[in-house]
């Protein structure tokens, strides 16, 4: 795992999601202090950040991230995002290369894991997107630790 201590980093992330108000910029607050905190404990990555579910729910919009200038819309039969958020599924993609439909937004970037952001009703509100320039940068845990992750702002951010 390429991250300082997965505790640390959940126990941090759950102090800096508290005191939502309902309103959306303070979704946008939290969420912008979220990536600034995953880009500070992950490891060897060139961007992290979200996707946000667009109200007619057939694209995802960016949202608060880290890294470079990236695509604002994406379509859900597209790219990786578009795979997390449509099969409700974390996808982890080792050689970016070798996808079907990846979007670059970054040349640089070689592999990548998506989490999306799933309600207690069962509907995504968009995805967490990290993206390595290292091939088979992301593991198992790191997939782990993302969805304990994406569970807790899901939580806090959409309760
Ligand atoms: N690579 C993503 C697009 C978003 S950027 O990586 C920031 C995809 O294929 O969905």
Same mark, same amino acid.
């Given at each position: 795992m390429h991250v300082g201590t997965g505790s640390s980093f959940l126990e941090q992330l759950s102090a800096i999601t508290e005191g939502w108000d309902g309103s959306i910029e303070r979704r946008y607050c939290h969420l912008s202090n979220v990536s600034a905190l995953l880009n500070q404990y992950l490891e060897k990555i060139n961007w992290v950040g979200?996707?946000?579910? &667009?109200?007619? &729910?057939?694209?995802?919009?960016?949202?608060?991230?880290?890294?470079?200038?990236?695509?604002?819309?994406?379509?859900l039969d597209r790219g990786v995002c578009g795979l997390a958020a449509r099969s409700k599924q974390s996808v982890r993609v080792d050689d970016v290369h070798t996808f079907p439909g990846h979007i670059a937004c970054d040349s640089a970037s070689r592999s990548e894991l998506v989490v999306p952001l799933i309600n207690k009703n069962g509907d995504v509100l968009g995805v967490l997107d990290v993206d390595s320039a290292q091939r088979g940068r992301f593991a198992e845990d790191d997939q782990h630790l993302l969805e304990r992750a994406a569970k807790i702002i899901s939580q806090a951010l959409w309760t």
């Open positions: 979200f996707y946000l579910m &667009r109200e007619d &729910r057939t694209a995802l919009v960016l949202g608060p991230f880290q890294g470079k200038v990236a695509c604002t819309d994406i379509s």
